[in-house]
Structure formats: structure tokens, C-alpha cells
């Protein structure tokens, strides 16, 4: 009897440990260290991963006496991203595991100053930062930061962290695509990219070839664009048949649309021949009525009207590299681009400064080109009849 009421206690107390253990092995801790007068209301969101997936977790650690203790769960490791509610830019990412007990300790407001403590990856990311972080509003200085780190530590998990976190790939993702096929392959697998929050790199804006580098899916000199026009039509813009060509890409809610209209308005004027540009005015919402109303309100003639109804997952779309709205994209004759971006001053710019090249001598020899720079095909649209052929004259030597 007391042999099978000491093996139960002892099943028991091993059942208690493995449930304390899981427990802890889920969990892991940040500890605040301030100096006792240190005031603030810190936001933690973080991805806590379970066995379903996971889902977002936010909560808030408030400086008491300079002190705040926060309990977070996870099953997989996850990045705590710790901004301050009264300073918008002062802001820090946090490596966590489970199991962990991170430190974060510093003397002022300033996050890119603080001290993060409690396991290896966090702490080289905290030395990293407070150098770094001098250079952080001049975006080359700071890619140049992460570039420097990389080039040193290619094996190091962090040298994909830095890039997926901390680098601009919007702004510079051919830079981006060169630094990220330079680490190593074994620190940077799916699980690391979903934990960043980069599904980019999973076959959107980037995409990997056979021999596990990535390639920038955006296409530069991409000569032809279709789009979808009024009436379930298709509209094919030809940039190598116009002088230069000037794309606006944009939704409903575009602050600046009717900034963007007069100007698209003054180019039609400015070069009325529309067989020499395109001017093309595209909407990228998934609502046709919105589209229609929005083009008969602003009286826009002279111009492409298109439609991109998945927006800027569009596999067109992310070929063109139309990564926010609004943007433009600035086209030459070669189909090459010579402008992308948000700003509508330069866009126009850079647009004029094509059109206003001289053109040069045609050839004598030259053959004349196909005026049309725009192939409209509406379900319409049907084949031409066959022309009748001309009868055949009577061969003299068959009557003799």
C-alpha cells in the first residue's frame, strides 16, 4: 500500500513539474530598471505563437518608481516592439524566447540608449543600436550601419534580423536583395521571415529562384502595362511606342487627388498629341461604382482610365514596383523608367523633361511606325471580315 500511495505522490509530482515547466517554457519576462524618477507608459506588441498560429498581444508596462515588470507568452521566438505613447519616433524591438528574463535598464527617455539584457542575440542588437542610432535620420549612414554588421557577420542570425527590421526595402530593395543573399542560409528560414513580418519575401514583392537567391520581382524596364478600362474592356499601354509616358497609380481615399487631376490636366495641354505619350490615371480599389463615379466627376479627357481591382498585390502591379498609393512611374521611350515615387512634382518633372527632348532627323530609309501607343480590345471588339479576293485574270494559253 504505502508502495503504490508513494509511486501516485511521485506520478503527481512529476505531472506538477511538466506542467511548470511548460508553463515557464512558454513564458518569458521583461524587467524596466530605470533611475526612480523616471516616468512612462511603455506599448509592448508582440506575436505570442502557439500551436494554432498564434495571434497579436498588446499590453502596457507603466514605470513605477522606475520600475515595470511585463509577463509575455510565447511558444516560438518572437520580437517585442516597445514604443512610447508620447513620442511617436522613440521606439525599440526586443529578440525574445521562451524562457527568457530580458533586462532592459537606461538613464534617459531616449530608447536607442538603453541596455537590453537576457539572452545573446538581444544584447549584440542592443550594442549595435546605441552606434547605429546616432545615423538613424540619414537613412545611407544607417544602411551603411547594417551593411558594416553584415558584411562582418554573415552567420550571425541578427545580420537577417537587422535587414528584415531595420532596412528600408521599399526604398532601396536592390540593395536589400544584394545584402540578403550575402547571409548565410541557415539563419534566415521561413519562421525567422514570419516572425519580422516580411511575407514580402515569401513570393510577393521578391521572389527565390532554384538556387535559393532572392530576386526583386519589379521589373524596371518593362515595356507594356494592361489594364483594365470602362466596360470590361482591356487597355494595353505600349511605352516604347511614346515618347514618354507618365502613370499615376491611386485609391479613394488620395488626399492630393485633385492636386494630382489639374496637373495630369495641364500635360494634356501641354502635349495634346496623345500618339506620342501616354498619360495613363489608374484606381486601385476593388470597386468598379466608386471608380466610374470618380472618373465622371472629374472630367479627366485626354487620358488612359484605368482599373487594377486587387490593388497593389496585382501581379502587374508588383512587376511595375507599385509598393504604396499614391505613386507614379515615369517611363521613356525605351520603356526604361526614369521616375518612381510619391512625389507628384518630380513625376511631372521628369515626364516634361522627356517630352521636351528634341527629336531627332527621321531616316529616310526609316519605315513608319504604328501611331498607336494604346491597343484598346473591349469583348466587343470582333475580327474584320475577310476582304474578297480579286478574281484571277483568264490565262490566254488555257482557251488555245
Known amino acids: 500500500m504505502k508502495t503504490f500511495i508513494s ?15 511548460g508553463c515557464v517554457k512558454n513564458e518569458f519576462k521583461i524587467d524596466f530598471e530605470f533611475p526612480k524618477d523616471h516616468i512612462g507608459n511603455y506599448l509592448l506588441t508582440y ?24 509577463g509575455c507568452i510565447t511558444r516560438l521566438p518572437t520580437l517585442v516592439y516597445v514604443r512610447d505613447a508620447s513620442l511617436p519616433n522613440n521606439n525599440l524591438i526586443i529578440y525574445a524566447e521562451r524562457g527568457d528574463e530580458i533586462k532592459v535598464a537606461g538613464e534617459g527617455t531616449d530608447m536607442s540608449t538603453w541596455t537590453v539584457k537576457g539572452n545573446k542575440l538581444s544584447e549584440r542588437w542592443s550594442e549595435w543600436r546605441k552606434e547605429a542610432y546616432k545615423k538613424k535620420n540619414d537613412s545611407k549612414a544607417l544602411e551603411k550601419s547594417i551593411e558594416d554588421y553584415i558584411k562582418k557577420n554573415p552567420s550571425d542570425q541578427l545580420s537577417a534580423i537587422l535587414l528584415l527590421t531595420e532596412w528600408n ?3 532601396n530593395p536592390e540593395g536589400f536583395v544584394k545584402l540578403w543573399n550575402s547571409v548565410d542560409n541557415g539563419v534566415k528560414d521561413k519562421q525567422l521571415i514570419e516572425m519580422c513580418g516580411a511575407p514580402d519575401l515569401l513570393g510577393v514583392e521578391f521572389a527565390m529562384q532554384a538556387d535559393g537567391k532572392l530576386k526583386y520581382a519589379k521589373d524596371p524596364n518593362r515595356k507594356i502595362l494592361r489594364v483594365r ?31 494630382t487631376t489639374d496637373s495630369l490636366k495641364e500635360l494634356c495641354k501641354a502635349y495634346p498629341d496623345s500618339a506620342k505619350r501616354i498619360i495613363a490615371d489608374i484606381y486601385m480599389d476593388s470597386d468598379s461604382m466608386t471608380w466610374i463615379s470618380a472618373i465622371r466627376r472629374d472630367s479627366l479627357k485626354g487620358t488612359v482610365r484605368g482599373w487594377q481591382p486587387r490593388g497593389v498585390a496585382e501581379d502587374d502591379m508588383v512587376k511595375m514596383g507599385v509598393i504604396r498609393l499614391p505613386w507614379y512611374i515615369v517611363k521613356d521611350k525605351m520603356g526604361k523608367e526614369t521616375y518612381a515615387g510619391d ?10 523633361k522627356l517630352m521636351d527632348k528634341k527629336d531627332p532627323k527621321p531616316s529616310t530609309n526609316e519605315k513608319p511606325k504604328d501611331k ?29
Open 372 to 400: 498607336s501607343a494604346v491597343d484598346k480590345l473591349t469583348p466587343e471588339r470582333k475580327p474584320a471580315a475577310n476582304k474578297a479576293q480579286p478574281k484571277k485574270k483568264p490565262d490566254p494559253k488555257r482557251n488555245n
Open 47 to 70: 506575436y505570442a505563437w502557439d500551436s494554432r498560429g498564434g495571434r497579436w498581444i498588446e499590453q502596457t508596462a507603466s514605470i513605477q518608481e522606475g520600475a515595470a515588470s511585463a
Open 343 to 352: 512625389d507628384r512634382k518630380s513625376a511631372v518633372a521628369a515626364f516634361r
Open 229 to 259: 478600362s470602362r466596360d470590361n474592356g482591356l487597355d494595353t499601354l505600349k511605352f516604347t511606342k511614346a515618347k514618354g509616358s507618365i502613370l499615376f497609380f491611386y485609391s479613394e481615399n488620395d488626399s492630393e487627388r485633385r492636386e
Open 7 to 21: 509511486k501516485m505522490v511521485a506520478m503527481m509530482a512529476c505531472v506538477v513539474v511538466m506542467m511548470l515547466t
Open 169 to 171: 526595402r521599399r526604398e
